[in-house]
């Protein structure tokens, strides 16, 4: 029997025996310390600990510092960790917030000056008013508690910003300009990605006619930007108000109405695409965080995203191997936003022994953004941990979409690390970091699998020596 399944077997083992526990809180028993979220620090040994810590439903941070991966819970998640054979380390506590139930009417702004759904699309019907020929908002979809109450739901909004031509950003593959993706705060809690997709669009309008870069840019691509792409989640979120509710998924409580504090409501809309669904990564438990829903695309906001996608881009990857390249001359480009890992990660994502056909020109586009960033860049099981039913695997697997996730944190100690970092390292920290490699990504969407930037030997998938018997 091989290593690897001998791993695989044991990591089922420790799941079994988590899901025996008792939970650490329940609704109805909350315990003495539900009011305090603890962050700690787990080392790990072998490359399935990242898939037992998810399939057991702990809170697996999208973060790693070596071997250590960050797991948020209680002061009684400590106990439950060592159980199943994991030491972990207090690193940081705050306050647990309540989160409200229904849409909050919380105003524009939380925490600070992050914009709420309200004020988000507000700020894109604005933007589409000022700028008429450079701007529109297109309604793609409802969100999941849309679909259960028009009263308590959202509409998912994406807006279409270039210099209008006759055509442009029509609902249509074949378009004429080369399209760039982005999209932020797929997980509702990561909320520094909202508000870079945010100044994005603002960059794009504001600095038309008066950057070079910026007009020819315009000239020439459709930029595509989706800032919430779980707006329920948002909602939840923003209704924490200056101590913002850290909810990852969407709304749907139909598969878990009583997580209480061991979990949390909602199906991971990262881990429910229609690509290597139910793989590494994910859980079954649906108050885990990584719950990766009852189907593949079940939810209402990833079948609505994979219908936009399909609208703008064609389908061009013929193959369904793994290893099936993207024409050479395929056109376009996405990224998803994350938070707060500091890396930039390429397809596939749901197992880092598999890759792409189209390896070398992603793994290029993905150094050259690494390097404008400070960001180390890989597939995600190379640099974090795998995971399956991811957003980019989806768009490169079912489109030949050359496609990224950017995980966007602080690399350089400014005090901007975490989910919610203070308002002000929004101007002041990540947008200067994030703007230049969004210009690079849009620059490269004609034509991103002509890159020829070099990849060292050492970047490469095949010059990493493989670990022993699973460890890392």
Request: aromatic residues 6%; hydrophobic residues 35%.
């Amino acid at each position: 029997m091989s290593d690897r399944r001998l791993a695989l077997m044991a990591a089922v083992g420790l799941v079994l025996a988590a899901a025996a526990l008792p939970p650490a809180a329940t609704a109805d028993t909350p315990g003495p310390h539900a009011d305090t979220l603890v962050t700690y620090r787990v080392p790990i040994r072998h490359t399935q600990d990242a898939h037992t810590l998810a399939a057991a439903g702990f809170d697996l941070l999208e973060r790693r510092e070596g071997n250590d991966l960050f797991v948020l819970g209680d002061p009684t998640t400590a106990a439950s960790l060592q159980q199943i054979g994991f030491s972990a380390t207090a690193v940081g506590t705050q306050p647990r917030p309540t989160p409200n139930t229904v849409r909050p009417a919380v105003g524009d702004t939380y925490h600070g000056g992050y914009r709420t759904v309200d004020g988000s699309y507000a700020h894109l019907d604005q933007v589409a008013v000022q700028h008429p020929d450079l701007a529109t908002v297109v309604t793609y979809g409802q969100s999941w508690r849309k679909k259960q109450d028009s009263a308590k739901g959202r509409d998912l909004k994406a807006v279409c910003v270039t210099k209008m031509q006759p055509g442009d950003c029509a609902l249509v593959p074949n378009s004429t300009k080369p399209r760039f993706f982005l999209m932020g705060q797929i997980h509702a809690r990561e909320i520094t990605t909202g508000e870079v997709a945010l100044r994005w669009i603002d960059e794009l309008t504001t600095r038309y006619g008066k950057d070079a870069d910026i007009t020819k840019l315009m000239d020439t691509t459709e930029m595509w930007v989706v800032p919430l792409a779980n707006p329920d989640g948002v909602d939840i979120v923003a209704s924490g108000g200056d101590n913002p509710v850290l909810h990852r998924k969407n709304a749907n409580d139909s598969h878990g109405k009583t997580c209480g504090h061991s979990g949390q409501i909602g199906i991971d809309l990262n881990r429910n695409a229609g690509t290597h669904w139910g793989g590494l990564g994910t859980s079954q438990k649906p108050c885990g965080q990584e719950y990766l829903g009852p189907a593949a695309d079940s939810e209402p906001e990833n079948a609505a995203l994979e219908g936009l996608f399909r609208q703008l881009y064609p389908a061009v990857r013929t193959g369904t191997e793994n290893d099936a390249p993207a024409p050479a001359e395929a056109r376009g480009m996405m990224i998803s936003l994350h938070g707060d890992a500091n890396m930039v990660l390429l397809p596939w994502g749901f197992d880092h022994t598999a890759h792409t056909g189209s390896d070398s020109a992603l793994r290029a586009l993905a150094t050259e953004m690494g390097s404008l960033t400070g960001y180390k860049s890989g597939q995600a099981g190379e640099i974090l941990y795998d995971a399956s039913g991811g957003t980019d695997d989806w768009t490169f697997d079912k489109l030949g979409l050359a496609s990224f996730t950017i995980e966007v944190g602080d690399s350089d100690g400014r005090g901007c690390d975490g989910f919610t970092p203070p308002y002000s390292c929004q101007d002041t920290y990540f947008w200067p970091k994030m703007k230049p490699v969004l210009l690079y990504a849009a620059q490269h969407a004609a034509a991103p699998y002509r890159t020829t930037a070099a990849v060292s030997e050492a970047d490469a998938p095949e010059a990493a020596a493989p670990a022993p018997a699973g460890e890392i």
